[in-house]
Every structure is written in structure tokens, then in C-alpha cells.
């Protein structure tokens, strides 16, 4: 079992950056998928980017690609999420992800993933 703790969220303008973080407890938590999801006001939550155990594969939903990265430091249990040239209409909730997996591949369904962590809200101001 693993838990997740995300934090970074916060208030930004439009066209600055924030870097969420995901930390990961647990004795094998380099051993998870691990993804990024979030849910604005209103909306379902939705899918974000996702990045494998070892890092080697990641995937980006396409209105975040070229601004978002999703990135993990194994020594540290940690899973990061670089927003960049943010936009009002990201403001949601981010929640992140795991899913335990031998191979490194990655998931883009939430329905795949078996721990959650409890949110960080992002807010841009335009």
C-alpha cells in the first residue's frame, strides 16, 4: 500500500508557473504508475499526465502538452507536475495517482489507479 500526499498548489496569475508535488509513502512506492488528475468546479475530474515506475514513459492530455510536465525523483518517493504559461480555465483541484505495476508503462485511465491522493487546489487569476 501507498499513500500520497500532494502539495504546491496555490494562486497565480495568468502566464506563471507552479510545481506540484506528489510524495509517496510506503516500502515500494517506486514500484507505482503514478498520474496527475484534477477536477474544476462543475467538471468531472478528468486526466492530466501520467509517468511510468521508472519514469521512461509519459503522456500528456493534449491541452496540456508543451506546458505541463509530469517528472519523478525515485531517490526522493516523489512525482512532480510543471505547469507553465498558465491559463485561468486549469483552475481545478490536482489530485495524484498510483498504481502498482511490475513493467514500466503508463495509465491514462482513472479507473486504473488504486490510491489518491487528497487534492491541491490551482487557481490562475486573469
Known amino acids: 500500500q501507498v499513500q500520497l500526499v500532494e502539495s504546491g498548489g496555490g494562486l497565480v496569475q495568468a502566464g506563471g508557473s507552479l510545481r506540484l508535488s506528489c510524495a509517496a509513502s510506503?516500502?515500494?512506492?517506486?514500484?507505482?504508475?503514478m498520474a496527475w488528475f484534477r477536477q474544476a468546479p462543475g467538471k468531472e475530474r478528468e486526466f492530466v499526465a501520467s509517468i511510468s515506475r521508472n519514469g521512461g514513459c509519459t503522456y500528456y492530455t493534449d491541452s496540456v502538452k508543451g506546458r505541463f510536465t509530469v517528472s519523478r525523483d525515485s531517490a526522493k518517493n516523489t512525482v512532480y507536475l510543471s505547469l507553465n504559461s498558465l491559463k485561468p480555465e486549469v483552475t481545478a483541484v490536482y489530485y495524484c495517482a498510483a498504481k502498482f505495476d511490475s513493467r514500466d508503462i503508463q495509465y491514462s485511465s482513472q479507473a486504473r489507479y488504486d490510491y489518491w491522493g487528497q487534492g491541491t487546489q490551482v487557481t490562475v487569476s486573469s
Open positions: 510506503g516500502r515500494t512506492a517506486n514500484s507505482y504508475a
